[in-house]
């Protein structure tokens, strides 16, 4: 399947980011928990060297708890703080000041020699479209501080807000932009919802996924919507869940866009379950 891209508005949006870094002690990045390297992009490294890392795996309430636990364990191994969370909920913002002093140990240890105490550290979100930034800014920072909607490009004056005595965030996130060239990242993205699916055949992305969760949650599909998985072509595992759910068009025949966006749907909505799309890939096990 081959997806398109329209990158247009990210050269202007990688040039807003790599402006307001220099403003920041800290980068906290999130990602999708249920595709945490997919929704990642790469680049991020080099744009944010010498700044302290935070990642926050958002959307975890979608995601499985055990794969959650694997992918905190994998970020962690390569120097990250890193905590799971639903950009929704506003309680974990205690344990996420804890990791934001503990990734700016640096900085406020060089601070402090300097006879400077007590100055905040100054943070910014940044993460790929959809992936729940203006969310996390809404409820870390209270009220309706970030628009919600993806608005690249778009300039304003930068504001910061207080989060507390000793984090301000800056209002406006970042936007990275995926890994375009990989079709396996907009593959899963797309199912994920991430990237705009005007531009994909819903048909044909709702039986990539069924496809997809075949493979990776065996008897799921079967569990859900009652039909054989085995042996089937993508295609074919989509006409069966239109024939389960009768999504049937007016003359009586199986209604493939309608059982794509029921698929879709329950997928991206949780009703399938927690599913992760992507696991890290495991260590060599030492002899
Ligand atoms: P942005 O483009 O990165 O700013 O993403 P938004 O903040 O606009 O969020 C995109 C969508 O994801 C919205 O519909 C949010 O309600 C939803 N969302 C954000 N965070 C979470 C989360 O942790 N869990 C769930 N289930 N949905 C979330």
Redesign the pocket.
Known sequence: MNIQWYPGHMTKAKRAMKEDVKLVDLVIE?VDARAPLASRNPDIDSLAAGKGRVILL?????ASEKANAAWIAYFESQGFQVMK?????KATLKQLNALIQEACKEKIERDRRRGILNRPVRAMVV??????????I?SFAGKAA?K???KPGVTKGNQWIRLNKQVELLDT?GILWPKFEDQRVGLLLAFLGSINDEILEKDELASELADYLRNITPGLLKERYGIEEDGKKPYELLDEIATARACLTKGGVNDLTKAARLLLDEFRG?KLGRITLEMPEKKEEAE
């Open positions: 999130l958002n959307k975890a309430d979608l969370i639903d950009a929704r909920a993460g790929i479209p959809n992936v729940g930034k203006s969310t996390f809404n970030a919600t909607g993806n996130p949780g």
